[in-house]
T-cell receptor, first 117, second 111 residues
Framework: DVKVTQSSRYLVKRTGEKVFLECVQDMDHENMFWYRQDPGLGLRLIYFSYDVKMKEKGDIPEGYSVSREKKERFSLILESASTNQTSMYLC??????WGTGSRATQYFGPGTRLTVL | GDSVTQMEGPVTLSEEAFLTINCTYTATGYPSLFWYVQYPGEGLQLLLKATKADDKGSNKGFEATYRKETTSFHLEKGSVQVSDSAVYFCALSQGAQKLVFGQGTRLTINP
């Protein structure tokens, strides 16, 4: 079974702190994603990566950065946390799956609920 | 841009009732369509998917048919159980492996 793990289930930080959220997958997937989940808004893509050291902005990248130094690990960084970044953060991974039948099945971690005070 | 619209929740049903959660999409091209489920305290799991028009995805008694003419992918189950209580997300993908999600529908099943 695919396993995606996230470093913390719950995290409380103060405004202005630098925050690191870590995600690790064990299935040698090329693609990794960071989303935030807010009530009534569904999941919104923050950043994604197709390969090591590659990153692309999603729909809401402002205030975030990412790092992918190894294939299995994708980190989300809040350079200076703010209260409006209080949210549930979900990491996901998928294989390239270039065949039509295997497109884009993403496997999700359990999420990190971040509270910024 | 691409978008997904789900019926607003929350939805509350009694056990063994029939379930429909509506999902419509707007997209250029021919997206793949997905339903993901999120049980309390967990991440999202893929429930079912369909990759082309008229395909039917099914899993755990749930079904959804890709309707290109109505741009819809409604989720149905004939007889729900308490264990089906969760948040359900409709999503689409085309090209680049990115998913676009609907806002989610919270389903509660009462015994």
């Amino acid at each position: 079974d695919v396993k995606v793990t996230q470093s913390s289930r719950y995290l409380v930080k103060r405004t202005g702190e630098k925050v690191f959220l870590e995600c690790v997958q064990d299935m040698d997937h090329e693609n990794m994603f960071w989303y935030r989940q807010d009530p009534g808004l569904g999941l919104r893509l923050i950043y994604f990566s197709y390969d090591v050291k590659m990153k692309e902005k999603g729909d809401i990248p402002e205030g975030y950065s990412v790092s992918r130094e190894k294939k299995e690990r994708f980190s989300l960084i809040l350079e200076s946390a703010s209260t409006n970044q209080t949210s549930m953060y979900l990491c996901a991974s998928s294989s390239h799956g270039w065949g039509t039948g295997s497109r884009a099945t993403q496997y999700f971690g359990p999420g990190t609920r971040l509270t910024v005070l | 841009g691409d978008s997904v619209t789900q019926m607003e929740g929350p939805v509350t049903l009694s056990e063994e009732a029939f379930l429909t959660i509506n999902c419509t999409y707007t997209a250029t091209g021919y997206p793949s369509l997905f339903w993901y489920v999120q049980y309390p305290g967990e991440g999202l799991q893929l429930l079912l998917k369909a990759t082309k028009a008229d395909d039917k995805g099914s899993n755990k008694g749930f079904e959804a048919t890709y309707r290109k003419e109505t741009t819809s992918f409604h989720l149905e189950k004939g007889s729900v159980q308490v264990s089906d209580s969760a948040v359900y997300f409709c999503a689409l993908s085309q090209g680049a492996q990115k998913l676009v999600f609907g806002q989610g529908t919270r389903l509660t099943i009462n015994p």
